[in-house]
């Protein structure tokens, strides 16, 4: 659940999205680096998820101010590494919270088969994190690598299976002294 005031969800909306300016508008070169100038129609640029999605749904007259492209986190090479083998993939060094970025840019995009790709790295993912969660050697050796991979939302995960984990070593022990 995004919340204005989630720092998780600033950080997201503050993620750069390449974008195609579908019209000339008149002074907005600077975004581009010619100061003063004018943003030419055709013009690729990569601007803030917040801000692509309000030019997104701009339109003068009939035409649409700008388009959006997939982030290059989620471009084909990615999502074939991901249905290879989801474990290998650094999520985090695509993206710090990229399942969340994800989240956002299919509510603009419709791609099934991204949306199906993401899911099946998600169940992956997290069968892993808590296998690495519950054996804390694992984690430490060999799974550091994979741990340093995790996003945010992953993290969240393998902090709450780890807790878990832990809380449910200390009951145990507490039954066993009764």
């Known amino acids: 659940m995004s919340s ?5 969800t600033i950080l997201t909306d503050a993620q750069k999205i390449p974008c195609t300016f579908e019209l000339e508008v008149p002074g907005l070169g600077y975004i581009d680096g010619s100061a003063g100038g004018d943003m030419k129609q055709g013009n690729r640029v990569a601007l803030p998820l ?8 701009q339109r003068l007259g009939t035409y649409q101010v700008l388009s959006l492209d997939l982030p290059s986190s989620l471009s084909p090479r990615v999502l074939n590494a991901l249905k290879a083998d989801a474990r290998t993939v650094d999520l985090r060094s695509l993206a710090p919270h990229f399942y969340q ?53 992953e993290r969240q995960l393998f902090r709450a299976v780890h807790d878990g984990a832990k809380a449910m070593r200390v009951w ?7």
Do not use: P, Q
């Open 4 to 8: 204005y005031y989630n720092v998780d």
């Open 50 to 57: 917040w801000l692509c999605e309000l030019l997104a749904v």
């Open 101 to 153: 970025l994800a989240a956002r840019v299919l509510e603009l995009f419709e791609e099934e088969e991204v949306a199906d790709v993401l899911c099946e790295t998600f169940k992956k993912r997290a069968a892993e994190i808590a296998d690495h969660a519950h054996n804390v050697r694992g984690a430490l050796g060999e799974g550091a690598d994979f741990l340093r991979g995790l996003d945010e939302m």
């Open 172 to 178: 145990m022990g507490e039954l066993k002294k009764s």
